[in-house]
Each structure stands twice: as C-alpha cells, then as structure tokens.
C-alpha cells in the first residue's frame, strides 16, 4: 500500500465526519510525506488532537490546527462559541473530531492490517511545548481547507514489514 492511498483514506474519513458533523465541506489541498531517511517529528501547531494507534499498527493521526480554527470546529460540532481551546467543552469536542476522523481511518486500515485500537483522545495546545516519538515512524500529511479555516490531517506509523515503495 503506498502513501498516495493513506491520503486518500484520510480525505474520505474527513469528507464524511466533516458533511455528517459539522455540516460543512474540507477540501483537501496538498499531501506531504516524510521521505524515508528523515527523522520522524510531530507537528507544530496551536492545537493538536492526537489519538494513537495499537495493534495491526503502530501509530496514530493528529488532526492539527490553528487555535482559531480548533475553537471553530469544536463551536461547529457542539453547536456553539468557544473562546479557547483550553475550555473542557471546546476541547473535547476537536479531541471527539480528532478520534472520528481516526476512527475512519482505523476502519479502513483495519481491513488492510487488522485490529487496530485507538486510545482517547489527548488535546495540546499553545506554542510552548514538545512531543517527542519513535524517530522512525513514516507519516502522511494531509492538508485541508474548510469554512473554519486551514488544518491537516496527519497518519504517523509504523508497521513491520512496510515497504511504501511496493505495490500491494
């Protein structure tokens, strides 16, 4: 399975929590992948919902954005106005969209890989701060545009015996 199709499956489970949740469209823009002999690093952004991956793979997805765009999406799935991120409710609800859009995911991999588990969501926010993993996980980055504003979406793995320049 190559990297092209990772994309892909992430704009479909974009695609569909986006028009059932929130009721608005996210056009997918460009994909960006980590080349093999890079060192794996997390993205930097204002607000980053991360839920991880167990199982048939290793990893997980981030659905990162800019503050503004966070309280956006959070406002647009609770049905309401958030001021910041750091509020229970406005975070909950960009972790919640953060774990459907994984969850999709996690289907759709899940038919590739097996199970796979998914953890509960954790939510960073600010421009103070670091996240550190395992160096050698590959990633697709897919960025999007939506009514809220700019995000992307991005698949972090690793799984044994992946090669992304085989067909399969």
Do not use: C, W
């Amino acid at each position: 399975m190559r990297k092209n199709e990772f994309a892909s499956m992430i704009v479909e489970s974009v695609h569909d929590v986006f028009l059932a949740f929130l009721f608005m469209e996210a056009k997918a823009g460009p994909v960006v992948t980590k080349p093999e002999e890079e060192i794996y690093n997390p993205p930097n952004a204002e607000a980053t919902a991360v839920v991880n991956f167990s199982g048939g793979i290793h990893g997980g997805v981030h659905l990162a954005s800019p503050r503004h765009v966070a309280l956006k999406l959070a406002g647009a799935l609770a049905g309401e106005e958030f001021q910041e991120i750091t509020d229970r409710e406005a975070g909950d609800g960009f972790g919640e969209l953060g774990n459907m859009v994984a969850g999709g995911l996690q289907t759709k991999l899940g038919e590739r890989f097996g199970v796979i588990n998914l953890t509960p969501p954790t939510i960073i926010s600010g421009n103070d701060y670091r996240m550190q993993y395992k160096s050698n996980f590959n990633s697709v980055k897919q960025y999007f545009l939506s009514d809220a504003g700019p995000f992307f979406v991005e698949f972090f793995f690793f799984i044994d015996g992946y090669d992304p320049e085989r067909e399969e």
